[in-house]
């Protein structure tokens, strides 16, 4: 019996695997183009919002948008009843260095589950800009 691969974002021709400082890089590269300063990516940015990025996402060039995933953890306040845990949401970067999230934020439980989900929206075209 055959089992067939499942198909994954890059074996489309038009993405490709991108890394973090890549991402990055693209962002402070593009808002300076806009004459603005990005703070997305700051230390500070990421301390205040317990944000985690991860090492890689997808460069899809004809329209030069790049996705990746970040997690977070909603700050603990008065009432909360339990820990807070990390969450995970899907990012969309435009071309301009504007960064949108794809999707509820931290919608996904984990790193895994949100990059299965962006395979899955990537492949069947659920991102109208992709």
């Known amino acids: 019996m055959k089992v067939e691969q499942q198909e994954t974002v890059t074996d489309r021709e038009n993405f490709s695997i991108i890394s973090m400082d890549?991402?990055?890089r693209l962002y402070h590269e593009r808002c300076a183009i806009e004459?603005?300063?990005g703070y997305w990516f700051t230390p500070d940015t990421l301390a205040f919002f317990d944000s985690k990025l991860s090492s890689y996402g997808y460069l899809c060039p004809h329209k030069a948008y790049v996705y990746f995933v970040s997690s977070e953890k909603r700050p603990e306040g008065?009432?909360?009843?339990?820990?807070?845990?990390r969450l995970?949401?899907?990012r969309k970067m435009s071309t301009t260095g504007t960064i949108y999230n794809l999707g509820e934020s931290m919608r996904y439980k984990s790193e895994k589950s949100a990059f299965n989900a962006l395979t899955k929206l990537l492949l069947v075209g659920g991102d109208s800009d992709a």
């Open 22 to 24: 890549d991402i990055q």
């Open 88 to 90: 995970y949401t899907i």
């Open 78 to 85: 008065p009432g909360e009843l339990e820990p807070t845990k």
């Open 35 to 37: 004459g603005r300063k």
